[in-house]
């Protein structure tokens, strides 16, 4: 009984709160389950400049990306990823690796239109545009090579660079709490898996987890 009016007042809000608000009002409502919350509006997207495609949903509080045909998002300690951007969240053990090619400062830069003292001049991508273009988009390396991701006179940095941030970052990251905590939780399911696949740098594919 309790469940039955539980769902019948939060449909009820559903219909009368508008787009912006439903946008924030799944955060509330996910916390009564264990998996991440729904999104309830269509995303969209911008590319994050010196990644292999990282995409991002700039507008919101929560930190949702797509990456190699997957939506991703931390959730209470842990990360998710799904083929869709609102059902079907599935657990994933470790910080994805894309994570740590993310400049952590994207959202000063994208508020600003600059990035890294160059014009950032990016234009939000609809989901439908981003689902028909995302996998021809990173085999041309379409960002990169003909766009060099919409900042004015910006020179690419080179794999030995882009190679060195990562592991600054990783490094950063597994001295934070949360990092220190994903490695244990990660060593502890490793020994579960025996000849875990190990990642080679300065393979453009060497990220893409399957």
Do not use: C
Request: proline share 9%; hydrophobic share 25%.
């Amino acid at each position: 009984m309790k469940k039955l009016l539980f769902g019948t007042i939060f449909l009820a809000i559903i219909m009368v709160l508008p787009t912006p608000t439903m946008a924030q009002f799944p955060e509330i409502f996910g916390r009564f389950g264990g998996s991440p919350p729904p999104i309830l509006f269509e995303p969209h997207v911008v590319v994050i400049p010196d990644t292999d495609d990282v995409y991002v949903v700039p507008d919101i509080d929560v930190e949702l990306f797509f990456w190699n045909g997957w939506w991703w998002r931390p959730w209470e300690g842990r990360w998710y990823r799904s083929r869709y951007f609102d059902r079907d969240w599935a657990y994933y053990k470790q910080v994805p690796s894309f994570y740590y090619d993310v400049d952590p400062g994207w959202r000063n830069y994208y508020r600003d239109r600059n990035w890294n003292k160059y014009r950032w001049n990016y234009n939000q991508i609809p989901n439908r545009e981003l689902q028909r273009n995302w996998n021809s988009w990173y085999k041309n390396r379409y960002w990169e090579r003909q766009r060099t991701w919409d900042v004015q006179r910006y020179s690419p940095r080179s794999q030995q660079q882009r190679d060195e941030l990562r592991r600054q970052r990783q490094g950063q990251y597994q001295q934070r709490p949360e990092g220190r905590r994903d490695q244990r939780r990660y060593e502890q399911e490793r020994q579960q898996e025996p000849n875990p696949q190990q990642s080679q740098p300065g393979n453009r594919e060497y990220d893409r987890e399957r």
